[in-house]
């Protein structure tokens, strides 16, 4: 991103007030637990950081990444404070980071609407800096384009100096689903930021040429070790294999493939199919497992703050999306020794492919996944196998193995100048502006 060289104030002795007032953004001070800030230039690396998470409140992956991360790094002992519309899913007051609530987005679906990056979000930039300025962060780490990128200009003029540092990590359909007429101002936005993360090569190749940008870096989501239970390195003997599958319940999800699949399982097996998740898809989904006859054979979960404990007592995981930038599902899976069987599509085979632990099949053929899965039903010996190999993979992923490149990241640009709003480089080579990604095949 280009970068000027705009002074930033140096705080090195400023000191920070003690306590965290929770307040509405706009009506109240949030003051971080305190120490004495060093100087931007770096010539403290090791120091703890000043990290604003700022995320939507919803049961999708980014905010459920967003909230692990913000826990990570309040583990690794830096000070951290989550901003959001209303409590992330999964979010303990009296555990998590601190929360800001931000007041003038006036709704926070679980699922967002198609023009999110159209809506009226008049306000969020005195929002946000009325609750960052305050807190003195050092980074605002936004998860998810939209509608953040829409407040980067504003924070940069309100805030001045004391603006933070401003990050983005794109999840996929902040960016792939985003609508033609918003394209050219979110890249633009994009350019303004001091760094961009994508969570998997497929979609930093994607983001780079939908929006003629620089390839974002990429850093993917992670899981906590101590919160997965792996199941036994034996086979259970409590009843037949169960099938799970946990999700948000939205069309990219494909969820009635799932159906059918599980349908083709059914027939020859005695599996059993758990599913796990709301949203949009779910009645459909309920009339299509009872239209095949399936429902006795189903279990809904709904829901739930305690998947970790649902996966640990099934025995294989199951994914029919047509797009998944990377699957957090995929990897919690397998972190629970789980093995994984799905469609290879996006940036799943960058969680599931490598290490044995799953299997990946061309997007759309029913047939052969439905064969694959009844397969590893049948022989227990080799599902117990595979999850053994599908947790060593998920170690690839762990919080100790991926946060420490979110630290290096935010360090790296304390040490640099802040980016230049308004000033867009060329695009690199092979990336065109406004240029559409290929579609995923349709169901």
């Known amino acids: 991103m280009a970068r000027s060289a705009r002074p930033r104030r140096d705080r090195c002795l400023r000191p920070v007030p003690r306590g965290v007032d929770l307040a509405l953004g706009g009506m109240g001070a949030a003051r971080m637990p305190g120490i004495a800030r060093p100087t931007v230039a770096g010539r403290c690396p090791d120091r703890r950081l000043r990290i604003a998470v700022v995320c939507h409140a919803g049961m999708g992956g980014s905010s459920r990444a967003a909230l692990q991360l913000a826990r990570a790094l309040q583990r690794r002992r ?93 999840h996929g359909t902040d960016i792939l689903d985003l609508p033609d007429a918003a394209q050219e101002a979110t890249a633009n936005a994009l350019h303004g930021l001091d760094g961009v993360t994508a969570v998997s090569q497929d979609l930093a190749a994607r983001a780079a040429t939908r929006l003629g940008i620089p390839r974002p ?21 409590d009843g037949p294999p169960r099938i799970v599958h946990v ?18 399982v059914a027939a020859t097996t005695d599996a059993r199919l758990w599913l796990v998740g709301d949203g949009p898809d779910r009645a459909a989904v309920q009339a299509a497992i009872a239209a095949r006859g399936l429902a006795g054979r ?47 599509v996006g940036g799943v085979h960058e969680v599931v492919g490598p290490g044995g632990g799953g299997l990946l099949l061309p997007f759309g053929d029913t047939a052969a996944l439905a064969a694959a899965t009844a397969e ?31 630290e290096a990241l935010y360090r790296r640009l304390l040490q640099e100048p802040c980016a230049e709003p308004g000033r867009r480089p060329p695009a690199p080579d092979g990336a065109a502006p406004r240029r559409t990604v290929p579609a995923e095949p349709a169901a």
Not at 247 to 264: Q, T
Not at 319 to 336: G, I
């Open 78 to 170: 830096h000070q951290v404070v989550l901003i959001s519309t209303a409590a992330p899913f999964g979010h303990v007051a009296d555990r998590d980071p601190p929360l800001l609530l931000l007041r003038s987005l006036h709704r926070n679906p679980p699922v967002l609407p198609a023009d999110w990056a159209l809506r009226d979000t008049a306000g969020l930039a005195e929002d946000l800096a009325a609750s960052l300025g305050p807190c003195q962060v050092d980074v605002a780490h936004f998860h998810y384009a939209h509608p953040f990128l829409r407040s980067v200009a504003g924070l940069r003029r309100l805030l001045g100096p004391d603006c933070p540092r401003l990050a983005c990590t794109l």
């Open 217 to 237: 870096a990429v850093i993917p989501n992670f899981v906590d070790p101590a919160s997965a239970a792996p199941r036994r390195p034996q086979p259970r003997q």
């Open 247 to 264: 999700s948000n319940f939205r069309p990219v999800k494909r969820l009635p493939l799932l159906v059918e699949v599980f349908s083709r």
């Open 298 to 344: 189903t279990t809904w979960f709904g829901v739930r703050h305690d998947v970790p404990r649902i996966l640990a007592a099934a025995d294989l995981a199951l994914l029919t999306s047509a797009y998944e930038s990377f699957s957090l599902f995929a990897l919690e899976a397998m972190a629970a020794s789980l093995p994984v069987l799905g469609f290879d």
């Open 376 to 406: 590893l039903v049948r022989e227990a010996d080799r599902r117990d196998r595979m999850g053994r190999q599908a947790c060593a993979a998920a170690a690839h992923f762990a919080d100790a193995v991926v946060v420490p490149r979110y």
